[in-house]
Structures are given as structure tokens and as C-alpha cells.
């Protein structure tokens, strides 16, 4: 397996190599401190397998370099790393296809613990998220039954794929992969992707 860092900050290049072997064993771990850097290691030769992005790269604001690498590379998991944990930036985030968002002020355990998560193809969503991101599960609907096809969509929603990559990847219309997000939505009782795999991550659902 490989891993790509892209984050400015050295003390993060030092870390995270080693967070990365504990938790998935032999990882082959490149870093870079600009997005720049970060797009041109992922578009050589040898691709990376999971991305590590910073929020706070310079020359880049809120959720620019996520949306900018998910366009360029919308088939790499990527998972985002921030200093700060509040609602808008984990949000846009998971709605913009990261299949993960974790705190660097996570302690190591929770960060080992993220990326086997991730690495099994689940989605990881921060704890303090949980309890701060009301996804009304008043509205969700009694019982919470999915179809098999609905489940197949969801699972591939929490890995972050577009409607686009779904749409291919299951061999059905874009429209119908749309039909089948929204009754996602219903049965979880939110209104967005990112609500949702808040939600599905409240209920321990990580169909990876």
C-alpha cells in the first residue's frame, strides 16, 4: 500500500508515516508540503492508494485544495487533516467525497483506529462530530430497512464517490443513482450526502 502526505507542517511529516505503518502494516509513505507538489507525486507513475490532505495548505482557503484534488483525482480516497473540528469544515469536506476528517489534535489511537476505518472501506467521521452536527434522527424512518441496491449506493457514498462514479461503477443512470440517494436521505432522515454519512456513521453503518 501506498500513502501520500501533503501537508506543510514537518512535524506532521514525521508523525504520520509511523501512524500510518501501525495501523496498516508495510505502507510506502511520500510527503509534500504543497498541494501543487501533492498532485503532480499523484499523477506519476506510481499512484498513491490513500491520500492525507491539509486543510490549511498555503495559498489555499477552507475547502479549495480538497475540491481541487477530488476533481484532478475523484477515484483516490482522501482523507482530510485540520487543526480545527467545526461543523462547516467537516461538512464540505465529506459532501466534497473525503472519506475521512480527523482533528490533528486526535490523540494517536483515534488516528490509528481512522485509518483502518478507511483503509476497510468504511468512512471515518470524528467523534466531537457526532454529538455537534445535528442530522434531525427524529425524521429518520422507523426501522431503517434499505433496499439492496439503496445499500449499494450508500456503501459507495461512504467512500466518497460521486453520483458520476456510482453511476458507472453500479451500471445504472445517473438519474437512478440520484432516485436512490434521495431515498437514502429518507430513511436516515437528513438531506445531504454529508448528513448522511454522519448519520450512517451514528449507526456504526460503514458497508465497506
Known sequence: MRALVIDDHPLVHEIMPAMLRKALGE?????????????????????PD???LDLGLPGYEGLEAVTRFRMEFPQLPLIVLSGTCD???ILGALDAGAVGYI????????M?????LVAAGGTYVPPEALDAIDVAPRRRRAG??????????????????????????????PNTVKQHAHAVFMALGVSTRAEAVIAAARLGLTLG
Open 27 to 47: 505502507v510506502g509513505v511520500v510527503t509534500e508540503t504543497t498541494l501543487e507538489a501533492g498532485l503532480a507525486r499523484a499523477a506519476g507513475s506510481v499512484p
Open 50 to 52: 490513500l491520500v492525507l
Open 87 to 89: 461543523r462547516e469544515s
Open 103 to 110: 482533528p490533528k489534535t486526535s490523540r494517536p489511537e483515534v
Open 112 to 116: 490509528i483506529a481512522a485509518f483502518k
Open 144 to 173: 431503517f430497512e434499505l433496499t439492496e441496491r439503496q445499500n449499494e449506493v450508500l456503501r459507495l457514498m461512504l467512500k466518497g464517490y460521486s453520483n458520476e462514479r456510482i453511476s458507472s461503477e453500479l451500471a445504472i443512470a
